[in-house]
C-alpha cells in the first residue's frame, strides 16, 4: 500500500491518457480544493532522484525513486520543504539560475514514506492549483496509469459512447482525402447502436487498402460530475478482433503520437474527439495490440458485423454494434497521390538560394503535400500541424543592416519565435510544428514594470518584490538580480509573466540594486537604484 500524496481525500480532476494539445496526459490530477500550500508527502521510501524548475510544463517538479522500481512525480509544486528546499537552493546558487535541471546523488536526498518534502502549486503550465501525479517505471520511464498501479478510485459507471467515425484508407493505412463520415449513436442501457441498427457505405470507400473506424466516447467515475477518458477499446468485426487500445502505459517519445491517434482534423472542425481505431506503420504508441494495423479490407455489397467495447479500469463496459452494409457500384479504382509530398517513411530535403528544409523520417505522420518557392518565406504543411520529429530550417538573411543577433526564424500565423543560430548569413531553426516560416527583426528589450512597489521609491518595506515583464516578439532569455554585485534568486512564473525577488529577512540598509532582463535577441533592459530595506 503506498502512502496518499495527499493529506485531503483523494479526489480526481483529470485521468491518465486524457487528449491533450500535443500529448496524452500522463499522469492523474488531484484537486487541491482550489488551494496552494497543501502538504505533499512522498508514497514510499526512497530518494530524490530529479529536480526540475521551469517557468513552463511542470513548473516545479520532484522525482522520487523507489526500490520497486517506480519512479513516483509531483509537478507544479509552490515551495519544496527541509533538505530539498536548502539543496534546491544551492544548485540555484551554483548555476545562477532560477531554472534548474537537477539529478541529485541517490544518498543526498532520501526521503521516508510519508515524509512532507514540498507543498502544491500552481506553477508552470498549470491552469489552477493541484496536484499532477505520475508513476513511472524507473528503467524505461514508460509513465504508468496510476488507476491500475496502487492509486485506484470506486468506479461503477461504464463509459458513454458519443458516436463513430469511419475512413477510407489505402494500403499504408493513409486516410483517403475527404472520404470519411461520421455516424452519431443511439443508446439503449449500456448497449449502443446506429440509428436504424445499420449503416450504408458508397461503393468508392472500396480501395486497394481498407476502411478504419475511430471512436468518441468517454468514461464516468461515481461522485464526480466531470467526464475522462475511458481506459480501453476493442474493435470486432464479424467477430474477429482487429484492434485493442488500452491506456496502461504511455512512453514519453509516445505520448507525440496522440497527433495520428487522435483525429485532429476533425478536432480542429467541430472540437469533437475521436480516438482511432487503425495505426499507420510510422505510429509507435504503446498502447495498441494489433496485428492488422486496424485497417478493413471491404468489397461492394459487403456486409460486416461490427462491434466496439469501451471499458474503465474497473471493466465496466459499454458495447456499440450495428451491421455495416457496402453499397453496389465501382470501387474507387485511383492511385493514392503521393507526388509532391513528403511521406512519413522517408526523410525529404528541400533547398534553393533562400532557404534549406530539412525533415526526417518518421516526421510526419500522413502524406503532406507540399508545393515550394524561393521566396521570402517558405511554406510547408497548415500552420499549428504538430510533428513527431522537429524539422530544420535554414532562411538566408538578405540584406543584414542590424547585427546578426536581432534576426529570428518565426513560424505560423501566429508568428511564434523559434530558437534561432546563425552560420555563413544563413539563419537555422527547429520547429515542431509546420507552416509559414519566415524572417523577422527584434530590436526592443523586455519592459518590466515592478507591480507591487513603486520604483521611484529609495525605501521599500516589502519582503517579496515583483515585476511584471512583457517580451513583444521572441522570448525572456535572461533575468538576473544583483545587489552589491551579489546574484539573487529571481523567480519567473509564465503565467501573466511575473518575476519575484523574495527579500532575505537579513537584508536591511541601503544597498546598490540592479535587475537586467534580456530577450532571446539579446535586447537587454536594465534597472539600476541605490535603495534603502526597511
Ligand atoms: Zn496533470
Not at 500535443?22 to 502538504?39: K, S, V, W
Not at 474493435?235 to 502505459?249: A, C, K, P
Not at 510547408?380 to 547585427?403: D, H, M, Y
Not at 518595506?461 to 551579489?486: A, P, R, V
Request: aromatic share 12%.
Amino acid at each position: 500500500m503506498y502512502f496518499p500524496p495527499l493529506d485531503i481525500p483523494l479526489s480526481l480532476s483529470a485521468n491518465f491518457g486524457e487528449l491533450r494539445p500535443n500529448h496524452f496526459h500522463m499522469g492523474i490530477d488531484y484537486r487541491t480544493n482550489g488551494r496552494e500550500g497543501l502538504n505533499i508527502h512522498a508514497i514510499e521510501d526512497g530518494f530524490v532522484s530529479r529536480v526540475k524548475i521551469s517557468p513552463f510544463g511542470y513548473g516545479k517538479v520532484v522525482y522520487i525513486d523507489h526500490p520497486n522500481g517506480i519512479t513516483s512525480v509531483y509537478a507544479h509544486c509552490s515551495k519544496f520543504l527541509g533538505k530539498l528546499d536548502s539543496i534546491v537552493s544551492l544548485q540555484q546558487i551554483k548555476e545562477q539560475n532560477f531554472e534548474i535541471d537537477f539529478k541529485p546523488d541517490s544518498n543526498l536526498i532520501p526521503i521516508k514514506k510519508g515524509e512532507i518534502f514540498a507543498l502544491t502549486g500552481n506553477t508552470g503550465n498549470s491552469s489552477g492549483p493541484h496536484l499532477h501525479f505520475e508513476l513511472r517505471d524507473t528503467k524505461t520511464e514508460l509513465a504508468l496509469n496510476p488507476l491500475v498501479n496502487g492509486f485506484d478510485v470506486y468506479d461503477t459507471i461504464p463509459p458513454t459512447i458519443q458516436g463513430i467515425k469511419i475512413y477510407a484508407l489505402n494500403k499504408d493505412v493513409y486516410r483517403w482525402p475527404n472520404k470519411s463520415k461520421i455516424a452519431n449513436v443511439v443508446r439503449n442501457k449500456n448497449l449502443y447502436s446506429i440509428l436504424n441498427n445499420k449503416l450504408t457505405l458508397t461503393s468508392d470507400y472500396c480501395s486497394d487498402g481498407g476502411i478504419g473506424f475511430s471512436l468518441e466516447a468517454e468514461d464516468h467515475i461515481n461522485g464526480y460530475t466531470h467526464d475522462f477518458s475511458y481506459f480501453g477499446s476493442i474493435l470486432l468485426v464479424n467477430n474477429d478482433t482487429v484492434f485493442i487500445h488500452e491506456n496502461d502505459e504511455i512512453s514519453f517519445d509516445g505520448s507525440k503520437f496522440i497527433n495520428t491517434h487522435e483525429d485532429m482534423d476533425e478536432y480542429r472542425k467541430s472540437k469533437r474527439k475521436f480516438q482511432k481505431s487503425f495505426k499507420t506503420n510510422e505510429n509507435y504508441l504503446e498502447s495498441y495490440s494489433t496485428s492488422k494495423k486496424g485497417i478493413i479490407p471491404i468489397q461492394p455489397k459487403d456486409s460486416l458485423h461490427v462491434q466496439y467495447f469501451v471499458y474503465d479500469t474497473h471493466n465496466n463496459q459499454s458495447e456499440l454494434s450495428f451491421d455495416l452494409k457496402v453499397l453496389p457500384g465501382n470501387p474507387n479504382k485511383n492511385v493514392f497521390n503521393i507526388t509532391n509530398c513528403i511521406l512519413p517513411n522517408s526523410k525529404f530535403t528541400y533547398q534553393d538560394s533562400l532557404s534549406t528544409i530539412e525533415i526526417p523520417e518518421g516526421c510526419v505522420y500522413e502524406p503532406v503535400s507540399t508545393n515550394f518557392q524561393a521566396k521570402t518565406n517558405i511554406t510547408i504543411g497548415s500552420n499549428g500541424t504538430a510533428i513527431q520529429l522537429p524539422i530544420q530550417v535554414k532562411l538566408k538573411i538578405r540584406n543584414s543592416e542590424l547585427p546578426l543577433e536581432k534576426y529570428f526564424i518565426k513560424v505560423g500565423g501566429n508568428n511564434k519565435y523559434l530558437e534561432t543560430t546563425y552560420e555563413d548569413g544563413w539563419l537555422i531553426a527547429q520547429s515542431k510544428y509546420l507552416g509559414t516560416f519566415s524572417i523577422d527583426i527584434d530590436t526592443i528589450a523586455p519592459v518590466f514594470v515592478a507591480s507591487n512597489f513603486n520604483q521611484n521609491d529609495s525605501i521599500i518595506k516589502k519582503s517579496i518584490l515583483t515585476w511584471k515583464i512583457s517580451e513583444e516578439k521572441t522570448q525572456l532569455k535572461d533575468y538576473d538580480l544583483f545587489i552589491d554585485n551579489e546574484w539573487q534568486l529571481l523567480e519567473y512564473e509564465s503565467k501573466g509573466s511575473y518575476l519575484y525577488f523574495n527579500k532575505p529577512k537579513d537584508l536591511k540598509g541601503l544597498h546598490k540594486i540592479k535587475l537586467i532582463v534580456k530577450d532571446a535577441c539579446e535586447n537587454a533592459r536594465i534597472w539600476e537604484k541605490d535603495i534603502w530595506f526597511e
